[in-house]
């Protein structure tokens, strides 16, 4: 027997993310907003094009979760995940927390997201000799 089961707004939103398949994810009301905190900076973009477009760049390399944290909350969930990839022929990696807020028909409505940054192969080498 098999089993078919219907992809949540998140699910698309994390399986962009890991295709690079974001210019075609429908995760996200029209009116959604993203607040998205990164390294020295804040900024704030409206609208599902907007936010495809931000993270069309973000997510442009296919990629793979290390580690990936789905915490159901009222009203939304948080999403944590390290995500690793190649960007011509370098090794990369990302720490991301998403606090979403989803509408009644599950599309998020609201992404606060803080990055810690994309960290190459020689940074992901010091940070593992650190860490001893």
Request: charged share 25%; glycine share 8%.
């Given at each position: 027997m098999?089993?078919?089961?219907?992809?949540?707004?998140?699910?698309?939103?994390?399986q962009?993310?890991?295709t690079?398949?974001i210019?075609?994810?429908?995760?996200?009301?029209?009116?959604?907003?993203?607040?998205?905190?990164?390294?020295?900076?804040?900024?704030t973009?409206r609208?599902?094009?907007?936010?495809?477009?931000?993270?069309e760049g973000?997510f442009?390399d296919?990629?793979r979760f290390?580690?990936?944290?789905q915490?159901?909350t009222?009203g939304?969930?948080?999403?944590?995940y390290?995500?690793?990839?190649?960007?011509?022929?370098?090794?990369?990696?990302?720490?991301?927390?998403?606090?979403?807020?989803?509408?009644?028909?599950g599309?998020?409505?609201?992404?606060?997201?803080?990055?810690?940054?994309?960290?190459?192969a020689?940074l992901l080498a010091e940070?593992?000799?650190?860490?001893g």
């Open positions: 098999t089993t078919t089961q219907t992809a949540t707004p998140v699910d698309r939103f994390l962009g993310i890991v690079a398949g210019p075609t994810t429908d995760a996200w009301t029209d009116d959604a907003r993203l607040d998205a905190t990164v390294p020295n900076w804040r900024f973009v609208g599902a094009d907007a936010i495809r477009s931000t993270y973000w442009a296919p990629g290390e580690e990936l944290r915490l159901p009222p939304g969930m948080v999403v944590e390290v995500l690793s990839w190649e960007a011509e022929g370098v090794p990369h990696a990302a720490h991301h927390v998403h606090l979403l807020t989803l509408a009644d028909d599309r998020i409505a609201e992404d606060r997201v803080f990055c810690g940054g994309r960290w190459d020689a940070m593992a000799a650190a860490d």
